[in-house]
């Protein structure tokens, strides 16, 4: 079994199949000095043939997927999963800090293969389509993550900084803000509630973390920011 190597913010760490690695504000990959995050967070392992990532963290979670965001997968703490595709996307947001960092393997015992579906122009996670303006909503918060220089990381904008760059009042953003999420939750997606009624305080950063993780907005879709909106003001998304 060859080694894997784990790439975060354009550096490469190779992982031999004698020894693990573990990630956070200390271990083989040091994040930084985010009180949020864990001292050991993540930890990546070889056993009983197979590569394994560990959540050794006692509250954060992370979001896995295989390159082509066609499996995705809620790695809550204490749970582990095999490291089965040729490039593993791994997602997590520590306080308002979102990490992202890929894990690649030579030699994958799983290869995915796609199958092209035609496009209707509407943007679906499982059965639930997405308005253009609520991609725009979510393209407005991950923009940062999007167009981040080699970084890892970046502060996920406030709810005024997000519809001041749509162009929409704080009123409408946070309207459409609580219907996307409402969306994902009832579809299954965690930490998009707080509570049985409530929404979850950090359900920007967790969005986000879903969109990017899901390829749900990728950085070719940041044009439309900048294009005309054609959806109008009145619109009940």
């Given at each position: 079994?060859?080694?894997?190597?784990?790439?975060?913010?354009?550096?490469?760490?190779?992982?031999?199949?004698?020894?693990?690695?573990?990630?956070?504000?200390?271990?083989?990959?040091?994040?930084?000095?985010?009180?949020?995050?864990?001292?050991?967070?993540?930890?990546?392992?070889?056993?009983?043939?197979?590569?394994?990532?560990?959540?050794?963290?006692?509250?954060?979670?992370?979001?896995?997927?295989?390159?082509?965001?066609?499996?995705?997968?809620w790695?809550?703490?204490?749970?582990?999963?095999p490291?089965?595709?040729?490039?593993?996307?791994?997602?997590?947001?520590?306080?308002?800090?979102?990490?992202?960092?890929?894990?690649?393997?030579?030699?994958?015992?799983?290869?995915?293969?796609?199958?092209?579906?035609?496009?209707?122009?509407?943007?679906?996670?499982?059965?639930?389509?997405?308005?253009?303006?609520?991609?725009?909503?979510?393209?407005a918060?991950?923009?940062?993550?999007?167009?981040?220089?080699?970084?890892?990381?970046?502060?996920?904008?406030?709810?005024?900084?997000?519809?001041?760059?749509?162009?929409?009042?704080?009123?409408?953003?946070?309207?459409?803000l609580?219907?996307?999420c409402?969306?994902?939750?009832?579809?299954?997606?965690?930490?998009?509630r707080?509570?049985?009624?409530?929404?979850?305080?950090?359900?920007?950063?967790?969005?986000?973390?879903?969109?990017?993780?899901?390829?749900?907005v990728?950085?070719?879709?940041?044009?439309?920011?900048?294009?005309?909106?054609?959806?109008?003001e009145g619109?009940?998304?």
């Open positions: 079994m060859t080694a894997v190597t784990v790439e975060f913010a354009g550096e490469y760490f190779p992982v031999d199949t004698s020894t693990s690695f573990t990630v956070g504000r200390e271990g083989d990959l040091e994040l930084d000095d985010n009180l949020f995050l864990h001292r050991h967070f993540l930890e990546i392992a070889h056993d009983d043939g197979l590569w394994w990532l560990t959540n050794i963290g006692s509250r954060l979670s992370a979001t896995v997927t295989d390159s082509a965001g066609g499996v995705q997968a790695l809550a703490p204490g749970a582990r999963l490291l089965v595709f040729e490039r593993t996307t791994i997602v997590f947001t520590a306080g308002p800090t979102t990490y992202e960092m890929t894990v690649h393997s030579a030699e994958p015992p799983f290869r995915a293969v796609r199958r092209e579906a035609e496009g209707d122009g509407v943007s679906t996670i499982g059965a639930v389509p997405l308005t253009e303006s609520q991609k725009l909503l979510i393209l918060l991950a923009e940062p993550q999007l167009r981040r220089d080699g970084t890892g990381m970046s502060e996920i904008p406030s709810s005024a900084k997000a519809a001041q760059r749509l162009g929409w009042t704080v009123t409408r953003f946070n309207r459409k609580d219907n996307v409402d969306k994902l939750d009832r579809i299954g997606v965690p930490g998009m707080g509570g049985q009624r409530s929404f979850a305080t950090n359900r920007r950063a967790r969005l986000v973390e879903h969109a990017i993780a899901s390829r749900l990728t950085r070719e879709d940041l044009a439309m920011l900048d294009a005309p909106q054609s959806e109008p619109e009940l998304d």
